[in-house]
C-alpha cells in the first residue's frame, strides 16, 4: 500500500495518516511583552493554523507517527526551537532552526506593521491598502522562507508556513 498523499490531510476518524496540527503554543517564557495587539494575533494565529494546516514531520512520520501532531514553539539559544509531539503529549522529535536568515524579514515585517497600524489611523483607503500588499509580500516571503528550512524536516503548505512565519514573530516583540 502506498503512503497517502501528505498534501491531503485524512479523515481524523479514519485509519489513514492525518498530517496536521491539533495543538499549537508558544513558550510563555520566550514572549518577553505583549499588549492586546499582540495578544489577538497570536490567538488568531493559531486558531487559523488548527482550523487548517499540513504538518507531516518527516522522522516521526517515517517512525510510524501518524498525527495529529502538538507543537510547541519556543526560542533557545537564538534558534527557534520546535518541540513535535502525539496526541499524548510524548516528545516525537525536537527540531532546532538557526533563526538568523530570519532576522531581517522579521525586522522588515516589524517596520511595515508598525506603519500599517498608524496608517490605520490617520491614511487613505488607498494607502493603507498598499502599506498592506507590503506587509503581504514581506509575509509571503518569510513564509517560503520557512518552507525551504523546513525541507527535508517537515513537509508543509504555503498557508501553513504563513501562520507559523507569525508566531515565529510574536517570539520576537520586545516591546
Same mark, same amino acid.
Given at each position: 500500500? %502506498? *503512503?497517502?498523499?501528505? @498534501? ?5 476518524? %479514519? ?13 510563555? *517564557? ?7 495587539? &499582540? ?32 507543537? #510547541? ?5 537564538? =534558534? ?20 538568523? =536568515?530570519? =532576522? ?8 511595515? $506593521?508598525? @506603519?500599517?497600524?498608524?496608517? &490605520?489611523? #490617520?491614511?487613505?483607503?488607498?494607502? /493603507?491598502?498598499? /502599506? ?5 509580500? !514581506?509575509?509571503?516571503?518569510?513564509? *517560503? ?7 527535508? #524536516? ?14 515565529? $514573530? !510574536?517570539?520576537?516583540? =520586545?516591546?
Amino acid at each position: 500500500m %502506498s *503512503e497517502p498523499d501528505p @498534501s491531503s490531510p485524512a479523515d481524523p476518524n %479514519s485509519a489513514q495518516p492525518t498530517w496536521r496540527l491539533s495543538h499549537v503554543e508558544l513558550d510563555e *517564557e520566550t514572549i518577553l511583552w505583549r499588549n492586546a495587539d &499582540i495578544e489577538q494575533e497570536r490567538r488568531v494565529a493559531i486558531f487559523d493554523l488548527i482550523d487548517e494546516n499540513l504538518f507531516r514531520p518527516v522522522r516521526a512520520s517515517e517512525a510510524g507517527h501518524q498525527g495529529p501532531y502538538r507543537l #510547541k514553539l519556543a526560542v533557545q539559544d537564538g =534558534r527557534l526551537a520546535m518541540d513535535i509531539r502525539d496526541q499524548a503529549d510524548e516528545q516525537l522529535e525536537m527540531l532546532l532552526l538557526g533563526l538568523a =536568515r530570519f =532576522r531581517r524579514p522579521i525586522r522588515d515585517y516589524f517596520a511595515i $506593521c508598525d @506603519s500599517y497600524y498608524q496608517a &490605520i489611523r #490617520k491614511a487613505t483607503p488607498s494607502e /493603507i491598502e498598499t /502599506i498592506d500588499m507590503a506587509r503581504r509580500g !514581506v509575509h509571503n516571503t518569510a513564509a *517560503e522562507l520557512l518552507v525551504d528550512r523546513l525541507e527535508g #524536516k517537515v513537509h508543509t503548505d504555503f498557508a501553513t508556513a504563513r501562520r507559523l512565519f507569525t508566531l515565529i $514573530c !510574536v517570539l520576537h516583540i =520586545r516591546g
